[in-house]
């Protein structure tokens, strides 16, 4: 059973375009969302949490929240090669009393010069 | 200077050998965590922890065996039962404050391969 899903990618961009990351997840009671940027050989980084339906931006990260249609999105703009790295996304499982999270196989970014 | 170390950074496994991987924090968090990442996959949970002397299994706990002696310290052995072990290992902390909302932050990873 795959409690987190993302669009496997890879997904090229230009520099200076949006890059649009999508993440569903199946447990409708989940409270917490994350997205992590793990560069190659690297361990993950938390760059954006999100916990209530509607959008909430950092710079230039933009994380969009659905519960209804369990959906979370990240919205990078402004995309510089540096941003080339994998994006997971991390849903916080309601019946944990650990704050137990549950991640996304990750989807491959490429921002092209 | 806070945050997670996990030692070595990569380390060599030979066929029947049991190896530990280590990882201390400084953070004072009360949970810390163990996940394998294979290539092209997410993080799968091997084991966990939300306090001191008390660890829980999680999804792929077959081969592996942790202690948690002290708050700082979750070291994670891949026993000669674990027949697939070449893999990213990764351990991560957070505060286990109750709070739907904590954050898992993760340690520089042990990458581990077979001879």
């Known amino acids: 059973q795959k409690e987190v899903e993302q669009n496997s990618g890879p997904l090229s961009v230009p520099e200076g375009a949006i890059a649009s990351l999508n993440c569903t997840y199946s447990?409708?009671?989940?409270?917490?969302f994350f997205w992590y940027r793990q560069y190659s050989g690297k361990s993950p980084e938390l760059i954006m949490s999100?916990?209530?339906?509607g959008d909430k931006e950092d710079g230039r990260f933009t994380a969009q929240l659905n519960k209804a249609s369990q959906y979370v999105s990240l919205l990078i703009r402004d995309s510089q090669p540096s941003d080339s790295a994998t994006y997971l996304c991390?849903?916080?499982?309601?019946?944990?009393?650990?704050?137990?999270?549950?991640f996304g196989r990750g989807t491959q970014l490429t921002v092209w010069p | 200077d806070g945050g997670i170390t996990q030692s070595p950074k990569y380390l060599f496994r030979k066929e029947g050998q049991n190896v530990t991987l280590s990882c201390e924090q400084n953070?004072?968090?009360?949970?810390m965590y163990w996940y394998r990442q294979d290539p092209g996959q997410g993080l799968r949970l091997i084991y966990y922890s939300q306090i001191v002397n008390d660890f829980q299994k999680g999804d792929i706990a077959e081969g592996y065996s942790v202690s948690r002696e002290k708050k700082e310290s979750f070291p994670l052995t891949v026993t000669s039962a674990q027949k697939n072990p070449t893999a990213f290992y990764l351990c991560?902390?957070?505060?286990?404050?109750?709070?739907?909302?904590?954050?898992?932050?993760f340690g520089p990873g042990t990458r581990l391969l077979v001879l």
């Open positions: 991390a849903v916080n499982n309601r019946g944990s009393t650990l704050g137990r999270l549950y």
């Open positions: 447990d409708r009671g989940s409270q917490s």
């Open positions: 991560a902390s957070s505060m286990n404050s109750g709070a739907s909302q904590e954050t898992q932050y």
């Open positions: 953070l004072n968090h009360d949970a």
């Open positions: 999100i916990y209530s339906n």
